[in-house]
């Protein structure tokens, strides 16, 4: 499974941002996806979370309120809708994919990782 993520790019603080992910095989709608990010200097975070069919999601709770994970049901595709941008949202995110269809805040649940995609915000 290949993903690429895509939408990152520079915004002023209080923009939005909207970050796609696409998978190179469907059997991806079986898996739960997520967004990590990686600031640096830092360790890689969970953003948010979203199980194989929608139905259940989780969110750091640094984004919650401010972010919207989504995808539709048998789509091999996850969004990530980032609204009210901080500078501390400054990182390069990543999307992966499950290894179940349950989704998690751990990386360790992820099997597959795309490349990253630059988000910046300036304030």
């Known amino acids: 499974v290949q993903l690429q993520a895509s939408g990152g790019g520079l915004v002023q603080a209080g923009g939005s941002l909207t970050l796609s992910c696409a998978s190179s095989r469907r059997t991806s709608s079986n898996s739960a996806m997520a967004w990590f990010r990686q600031a640096p200097g830092k360790e890689r975070e969970f953003v948010a979370a979203?199980?194989?069919?929608?139905?259940?999601?989780l969110y750091a709770d640094s984004v919650k309120g401010r972010f919207t994970i989504s995808r539709k049901y048998g789509d091999h595709r996850v969004y990530l809708k980032m609204n009210s941008l901080k500078p501390e949202d400054t990182a390069v995110y990543f999307c992966?994919?499950?290894?179940?269809?349950?989704?998690?805040?751990?990386?360790?649940?992820?099997?597959?990782w795309g490349q990253g995609t630059q988000v910046t915000v300036s304030s």
């Open positions: 979203v199980s194989w069919n929608g139905g259940n999601i």
């Open positions: 992966a994919a499950g290894r179940s269809s349950i989704a998690t805040s751990g990386s360790q649940g992820y099997s597959y």
